[in-house]
């Protein structure tokens, strides 16, 4: 019997004996801040018959099956917790912090940075590209996976903005 990425088992045909497990980030996993700013995503998710799993820095991961998975105090999961996943969402949120990508803040807002949502969402995505478990990335999670996998990014678009107006810059009237 064959086994997919979550070690779900599948018959010949690949169908699998249970729903697929699809963890997602959120900065917190409180309850009220999951219900205000994750809720969409998970309903969705529920609607399109997945299991879903929040994936916070500040709060256990709590699978399905009993198994809990506790932040560290940068706020990582163990990697074991994507043993169990079969797929990852990295959500949508704040700027990642430059230092990732090798700038300084140079006009980023640190009001929007969350340091333990970066290390957890950014150590998950290297992990999950390393096994190669199906990425899905809602805006700041496509900064994310594009950080994860090695590359750059421009922190605002005012502190890069050509300064005199000329043909090629009317993109910035």
Same mark, same amino acid.
């Given at each position: 019997?064959?086994?997919?990425?979550?070690?779900i088992?599948?018959?010949?045909?690949?169908?699998?004996?249970?729903?697929?497990l699809?963890?997602?980030?959120?900065?917190?996993?409180?309850?009220?801040?999951?219900?205000?700013?994750? =809720?969409?995503?998970?309903?969705? +998710?529920?609607? /399109?018959?997945?299991? #879903?799993?929040?994936?916070?820095? !500040?709060?256990?991961? &709590?699978?399905?099956?009993?198994s809990?998975?506790?932040?560290?105090?940068?706020? =990582?999961?163990?990697?074991?917790? +994507?043993?169990? /996943?079969?797929?990852? #969402?990295?959500?949508?949120g704040? !700027?990642?912090?430059p &230092?990732?990508?090798?700038?300084?803040?140079?006009?980023?807002?640190?009001?929007?940075?969350d340091?333990?949502?970066?290390?957890?969402? /950014?150590?998950?995505?290297?992990?999950?590209?390393?096994? !190669?478990l199906?990425?899905?990335?809602?805006?700041?999670?496509?900064?994310?996976?594009?950080?994860?996998?090695?590359?750059?990014?421009?922190?605002t678009?005012?502190?890069?903005?050509?300064?005199?107006?000329?043909?090629?810059?009317?993109?910035?009237?």
């Open positions: 019997m064959n086994t997919n990425h979550g070690g088992p599948e018959d010949a045909n690949g169908s699998s004996s249970r729903l697929p699809i963890g997602v980030t959120s900065r917190s996993g409180e309850l009220i801040w999951v219900q205000k700013n994750t =809720r969409n995503y998970m309903d969705l +998710l529920t609607t /399109l018959q997945a299991q #879903v799993v929040v994936l916070s820095p !500040d709060r256990p991961a &709590r699978l399905p099956d009993g809990r998975y506790e932040p560290d105090r940068r706020g =990582r999961l163990p990697e074991e917790v +994507l043993d169990h /996943l079969d797929g990852l #969402v990295l959500a949508g704040g !700027d990642v912090h &230092r990732y990508f090798g700038q300084e803040l140079a006009g980023a807002d640190p009001e929007r940075i340091p333990a949502r970066d290390e957890l969402e /950014l150590t998950l995505a290297r992990q999950a590209l390393e096994r !190669d199906p990425l899905f990335g809602i805006c700041r999670g496509c900064q994310v996976l594009n950080v994860a996998a090695g590359g750059g990014m421009v922190s678009l005012t502190a890069t903005a050509p300064r005199s107006r000329t043909r090629s810059s009317t993109l910035w009237r």
